[in-house]
């Protein structure tokens, strides 16, 4: 059983910056693809970025440009680099492993980040 979990959220004002981390129980780079989702107060929870096994990247719309996922595999971490935060932004991110070949999912428990003047 893989586990997730995520640290770095908080409380910044719009046009700040926040890394987020998700630290992996064991080395699954190399077979898990990783994501970062969010989730907003009524809303359904959306796709945020992705890293690929293969070390692609994909970002939703509305954070590209701002947003940069990475990882450090000594660490079996992902990152998320988040700046010129806005207040759409606020919501609880997510950290998801999604297996490479198999229908195998993981996530962690969620880190809230608020973007408030």
């Known amino acids: 059983q893989v586990q997730l979990v995520e640290s770095g959220g908080g409380l910044v004002q719009p046009g700040g910056s926040l890394r987020l981390s998700c630290a992996a129980s064991?080395?699954?780079?190399?077979?898990?693809?990783m994501g970062w989702y969010r989730q907003a107060p009524g809303k359904q929870r959306e796709l945020v970025a992705t890293?690929?096994?293969?070390?692609?990247?994909n970002y939703a719309d509305s954070v590209k440009g701002r947003f940069t996922i990475s990882r450090d595999n000594a660490k079996n971490t992902v990152y998320l680099q988040m700046n010129t935060l806005k207040p759409e932004d606020t919501a609880v991110y997510y950290c998801?492993?999604?297996?490479?070949?198999?229908?195998?999912?993981?996530w962690g428990q969620g880190t809230q980040v608020t973007v408030s003047s």
């Open positions: 998801n492993a999604a297996h490479r070949y198999l229908q195998v999912y993981y």
């Open positions: 890293l690929s096994t293969g070390g692609s990247t």
């Open positions: 064991e080395n699954i780079f190399n077979m898990y693809n």
